[in-house]
């Protein structure tokens, strides 16, 4: 019922610049936290940047901070990541997950958290 659906991942080349998308349906209730998180070949998942309460905070790890912005539509059904000078660093694959409870803000860029999450989309970077 409840879906979760990104856009916009693509190859680009170091340096360039992609805008995802989330787009979610069947959603009735209320969502805390909304954000992004990325998987590479071999890597662990990790939390890259989360919305709370319609942007009254942003939570962004270190490795994309000052690069990556998120931000919400005004109807709060499209979740966007603007990611900026791209590096091969960020090859991997990028989920849109929702949190449908209140969460201490410390676990917020932790992915097990999450409840409801999307199918990913891959974003390649070429060097």
Do not use: H
């Not at 662990?44 to 901070?65: D, F, L, M, P, W």
């Amino acid at each position: 019922q409840v879906q979760l659906v990104e856009s916009g991942g693509g190859s680009v080349q170091a340096g360039e610049s992609l805008r995802l998308s989330c787009v979610v349906s069947g959603y009735t209730a209320s969502i805390y936290y909304m954000g992004w998180f990325r998987q590479g070949p071999g890597k662990e998942r990790e939390g890259v940047a989360v919305i709370r309460n319609a942007g009254i905070s942003t939570y962004y790890s270190a490795s994309v901070k000052g690069r990556f912005t998120i931000s919400q539509d005004n109807g709060k059904n499209t979740l966007y990541l603007q990611m900026n000078t791209l590096k091969p660093e960020d090859t991997a694959v990028y989920f849109c997950a929702i949190r449908s409870d209140p969460l201490w803000s410390q676990y917020a860029l932790n992915g097990t958290k999450y409840n409801y999450w999307g199918q990913g989309t891959q974003v390649t970077v070429s060097s």
